[in-house]
């Protein structure tokens, strides 16, 4: 047990994701529970380089855990990026006090979080933040859930009106490297067709997909698209299906940030509560420079190099499914 952890400081970075603020307040109410100060870290790396931090005591999360976004706000910061930033931010954390650090983010945020343990010395545990659910150590990760039943709802929503008017919905998620909410949502809602960043579909395939479909009596369809995918975005796919097929009624609509926003499922609360108790306790046991995650429903921890090096992909059965049952 590392008794000299009597402060630890914790921040939101990177893009915002729902149950951010549910793992936040597990890493406060875990702080007090082991007899531990917090410090609230406003901003991310930009709010620990201007010293912008607070206590944040028990009762300062109460009523948050089914809140979206983050309390204590994010941000993408590139002074932190060269050393002489993360040298400016370490001299604010030791004004502070700080023993350690908590931070929820993706793999940029994890990246910085190794380079200031390696610089400085100071312990650090990460907690998986990112809707995109592409970070290796955690079979999800805070806000995956919540982001893919923002796209079914709305999908679902979007395809009353595809049926209505025998329509071709294009519908673009987020996924500018990763297709995880493309592939889960598109086999949730049952699109004709799936476009990812890793899966190589082209124009003149999902072309023949419409028209077999279109023989075989389907007046409506719904093609999901990540934001990555190789063709281009749901507009340019759109414009190039409509070269092939120009008698179709097509519609394209972006989901955009939507898919960060709103209350978190039950799911992502869940998750975030516990990966947020672990990261504290993993603190208290003496590591450092690890990610807290969840694999088969157990706590694993992962070095955070693994964790921004190692590529992640959407699963391969669940992609041969979705083309199975799209006919």
Known sequence: MNDTIRKIGVLTSGGDAPGMNAGLRAVVRSCHYYNIECIGIRR??????EGDMDPIGLRDVNRIIN?????????????????????????????????????????????????????HGIPIVGLPGTIDNDLYGSD???????????VIDAVDKLRDTARSHDRIFFVEVMGRDSGFIALKSGLATGAIAILLPEEDLSIDELVVLLERNAASGKTSSI???????????????????????????????????????GSPTCADRVLASRLGVAAVEALRNGMTNVMAG??????????????????????AEEFRVSKIISI
């Open 67 to 119: 809140r979206g976004g983050t309390i204590i706000q994010s941000s993408r910061c590139e002074a932190f990026r060269h050393p002489e930033g993360r040298s400016k931010a370490f001299a604010k954390l030791q004004e502070w006090g700080l023993d350690a650090l908590v931070i929820i983010g993706g793999n940029g945020s994890f990246a910085g979080a190794q380079k200031l343990n390696e610089e």
């Open 294 to 315: 969840i694999i088969n429903d157990e706590v694993v921890y992962t070095p955070l190099e693994e964790v921004f090096t190692t590529v992640v992909r959407p699963s």
């Open 44 to 49: 991310g790396y930009a709010g620990m380089m």
């Open 223 to 261: 093609v999901i698209v990540a934001e990555g995918d190789a063709n281009g975005g749901a507009f340019t796919v759109a414009e190039k299906v409509k070269r092939h097929m120009p008698h179709l009624e097509t519609r394209v609509t972006v989901l955009g940030h939507i898919q960060r926003g």
């Open 140 to 150: 999800y990760t805070i806000g995956f859930d919540t982001a893919t039943n923002t």
